[in-house]
């Protein structure tokens, strides 16, 4: 059976259209390349003809009225649904044509793959500075700014090994966990995202707070004795990654002499043993 597909978006029908250039180009400058590459190879897999029609949006057209309706109530939702973009094998065109590659297009793809790195890597930065919030609301009852927490890292109570341990842990800058299953790894390299006494992935959060080598343990009643001998206001708890993390902000809450730096020297030191040998 013949397919008519009918939309008021002339830009999908230009772009769908051309989808020979798109795919040469491996969709380099394609807007949204997985949705198209999905999209496209659906209609590959149809057996019959495709046709796509322009309707005008917004003028009481039933089933283009129906589609808004269904997109307006989609932006609502709380989660968003899972939507399988996986494609078949043998139509899962990757790449560029060589022959369609210009200095501007590889200029483009190379861009492309820095800005998706760049985005991952923030949304992780984030994801922490979130941990850290938690933490300090439910230790002090404020939530800090993200500008607060960047700062207690500068604390100048803290060596600069220290900074730059926190610095980079906040930005999930070792090399630790899922940073060894990025494409292109060895084999041999990527089984170092998975710690071999617990069978999880082996980031920072796991090797400081959860991992159940030895030693684990041991560290943290030793932090704990030394927590309490500072006499502290604070209760000793078992540290969550963001304790460790936004324990600049409980130097401050502290004063200098706090309980944090003992606390911290002793993470760092065991982050920094896993880190090195890894
Ligand atoms: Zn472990």
Known sequence: MELLLKTDSRFVINILKNHRKLEDEGYISSPHPQLMRSTIASFRMRPTQTYMKWVRGHNG???????????????????????????????????????????????????????????MYRRRTDINLMRIKNCVEDLFGY????????????????????????????????????????????????????????????????????????????IWELAGKLWDKKSSNIQWREPTIGDILGCGLVLGACGSSGPSIPLLTVSSLRCAVRVKFV
């Open 143 to 218: 939530v800090p700014t993200s500008e607060a927490i960047w700062k207690s890292i500068r604390n100048k109570d803290f060596e600069l090994k220290i900074q730059i341990f926190m610095w980079k842990a906040c930005h999930y800058a070792f090399w630790t966990g899922t940073h060894w299953t990025i494409p292109g790894m060895k084999a041999e390299l990527q089984e170092r995202a998975i710690c071999h006494s617990c069978d999880q992935i082996d980031d920072l959060n796991h090797i400081l707070t959860k991992c159940e080598s030895p030693g684990q343990a041991l």
């Open 61 to 119: 057209h039933e089933r283009n009225e129906g589609a808004d309706r269904l997109a307006s109530e989609a932006t609502k939702k709380e989660k968003a649904s899972f939507v399988n973009l996986g494609l078949p094998r043998e139509l899962n065109v990757t790449g560029a044509k060589l022959s369609t590659m210009t200095q501007a297009l590889a200029y483009k793809a190379i861009m492309a793959m820095k800005a998706k790195d760049d985005d």
